[in-house]
């Protein structure tokens, strides 16, 4: 469907892009276009680094190989330098983060009218095909990370060492255990907070103006002709923001659990 080609206005255009495809009402409604492009990235990553495994080769690579390789040394060397722990989880981790997170945000470069149309083919009224310009996703992936921080504070320090991480600190005082309890958990629950709506901020931002390009389609031919160039120049601007934010969201996660790892070996 596009703007110039219906009988839409403006705003019934833009509020039909970002309608979701939502099953079931209230807490237990969910997003299944959401929920089928997470799932699908998540397949494209998988089979990706499935395959380059598989036909590994030892004497000269391809180029997949390369860049998987590439890919995999370059954010091994982010957590080694963020993360002093083992490393065996959180640097798969890291990997998973910034390829699939990626893959979302990529989405965002198809052209607005080109996957809404063929739902409708499908019979299918409304879909909003990035995943990571639905909080409900970005909150999904941020809440992982929340319970990955308590892990590790658990771990490094115990329950003992957990309590008194957010009771006996920054104030080393028993009077003060409720302020301290105050200012760490609102420290403790700001992460996956600003993990989540920082991403969801950019990529629904970009998917609007995006969105709002296309709407000039439906204008005068002197704005109709400035939809092309604007929507490309938007296009390659993007795709800055859409690799910055996957390296964003992974990096803040290492980080994180570097923090939290650190923090408990310190006391």
Not at 8 to 28: A, C
Not at 220 to 247: C, D, E, K, R, T
Request: glycine fraction near 6%; include cysteine.
């Amino acid at each position: 469907m596009s703007a110039e080609g219906s009988s839409q206005t403006s705003i019934e255009y833009i509020q039909h892009h970002l309608t979701f495809l939502t099953s079931n009402e209230g807490f237990w409604s969910f997003n299944i276009d959401s929920l089928f492009f997470t799932c699908l990235t998540g397949i494209i990553f998988l089979a990706i680094f499935y395959k380059v495994a598989k036909n590994m080769n030892k004497g000269v690579p391809g180029k997949l190989q390369c860049l998987v390789e590439m890919l995999v040394e370059w954010i091994d060397g982010v957590v080694k330098e963020n993360f002093t722990g083992n490393r065996t989880l959180v640097a798969p981790l890291a990997l998973t983060i910034f390829v699939w997170v990626f893959l979302m945000n990529l989405i965002d470069l198809v052209p607005v009218d080109y996957l809404p149309q063929v739902a409708q083919m499908l019979g299918i009224h409304h879909l909003r095909a990035v995943p990571s310009a639905d909080m409900n996703i970005t909150f999904s992936l941020a809440i992982g990370v929340f319970f990955l921080i308590i892990f590790y504070t658990l771990k490094s320090k115990g329950v003992s060492g957990f309590v008194k991480e957010y009771t006996m600190h920054p104030f080393n005082h028993i009077a003060f255990v409720p302020v301290n309890l105050l200012l760490e958990s609102v420290t403790l629950i700001s992460k996956p907070i600003s993990l989540a709506l920082r991403l969801f901020g950019n990529m629904y931002a970009g998917e609007l103006i995006f969105i709002l390009i296309a709407v000039m389609y439906s204008a005068n031919m002197f704005v109709a002709s400035l939809g092309v160039p604007l929507q490309l120049a938007w296009a390659i601007f993007h795709i800055l923001v859409i690799v910055l934010q996957a390296f964003v969201f992974m990096m803040l996660t290492v980080v994180y659990l570097g923090i939290a790892y650190n923090k408990s070996e310190e006391h």
